[in-house]
Each structure stands twice: as C-alpha cells, then as structure tokens.
C-alpha cells in the first residue's frame, strides 16, 4: 500500500474513533450523573479516620493509670 493511502485510512479511522468516544463520553454522562466525588471522597476518609481512633480508644485508656 503506498504510504499516503495508508496515512489517510489512519487518519479517517482515527476520526472514527474520536466521534465514538465522544458519542461514548456523552452517552455515559447522561446515564450517571456526576456527584461531588470529592465530598464522598473526603467523608469517607473523615469515617475511616473516626474508625481508627475508636479502635485505639481502648488500647490507649488502658496505659493510663
């Protein structure tokens, strides 16, 4: 195949691929509306946190006389 057939059946196909992400993008984003994820993020470290000091609450009390 000469090079610039090749170079132009790259860049229709590259076209293709782009407009089905794009088409992929959109169609994902209407299915699943976005949340503030980083809300969720840092509540759920805040309760991890929380968690940890509960669980070494009584390891800690108990060394001191």
Not at 3 to 30: C, F, G, I, V
Not at 54 to 61: C, M, Q, R, S
Request: glycine share 4%; net charge positive.
């Amino acid at each position: 195949m000469h090079p610039e057939n090749h170079l132009a059946l790259h860049h229709a196909r590259a076209a293709e691929l782009r407009a089905e992400a794009d088409a992929y993008r959109l169609a994902a984003a209407a299915r699943h509306p976005r949340r503030p994820r980083d809300l969720c993020t840092r509540l759920g470290w805040a309760l991890v946190e929380v968690g940890l000091r509960l669980a070494a609450a009584p390891k800690a009390a108990a060394a001191i006389p």
